[in-house]
C-alpha cells in the first residue's frame, strides 16, 4: 500500500521558513519523479517544486531562491524548505509522485500518489 505522508506545516510571519518532510512508503522512492504542489482556498492546485530521480530540481518562478526541494534515498523522504515566506505563500502543501512520463513535472494530474496534505499560513 503507497503511502506519502506530509509534515512539517503550520503558522509562521512574513519572512520565517519552515520546512515541510514527506515520508513515502510501499513505493521504489528513488525511481520516481517526486513533487510539492499548493492549494489556496479558490484558486487551483499548483506545482512549487519537483524533483527527478537524478536529482534534477525544478521550481515554480514564485518560489525560486526561497524555496529547496531535495530527497533523502536512503530514508524514502522528500523535504521542502521554505525561506522568507510570504502571505501568498499560505495554502495546503501536498507531497505527490509519479512514474516518469512525458507530462511536465508541474501537471498535476500526471501524479499517481498524492499525501493528504499540510496546511501552511503566513501571516503579515
Known amino acids: 500500500q503507497v503511502q506519502l505522508v506530509e509534515s512539517g506545516g503550520g503558522s509562521v510571519q512574513a519572512g520565517g521558513s519552515l520546512r515541510l518532510s514527506c515520508a513515502a512508503s510501499?513505493?521504489?522512492?528513488?525511481?520516481?519523479?517526486m513533487g510539492w504542489f499548493r492549494q489556496a482556498p479558490g484558486k487551483e492546485r499548483e506545482g512549487v517544486a519537483g524533483?527527478?530521480?537524478?536529482?534534477?530540481?525544478y521550481y515554480a518562478d514564485s518560489v525560486k531562491g526561497r524555496f529547496t526541494i531535495s530527497k533523502d534515498n536512503a530514508k524514502n523522504t522528500l523535504h521542502l524548505q521554505m525561506n522568507r515566506l510570504k502571505p501568498e505563500d499560505t495554502a495546503m502543501y501536498y507531497c505527490a509522485a509519479k512514474y516518469g512520463g512525458v507530462y511536465p513535472w508541474t501537471y498535476s494530474r500526471a501524479y499517481n500518489f498524492w499525501g493528504q496534505g499540510t496546511q501552511v499560513t503566513v501571516s503579515s
Open positions: 524533483i527527478t530521480p537524478g536529482g534534477t530540481t
Open positions: 510501499g513505493l521504489t522512492f528513488s525511481s520516481l519523479d
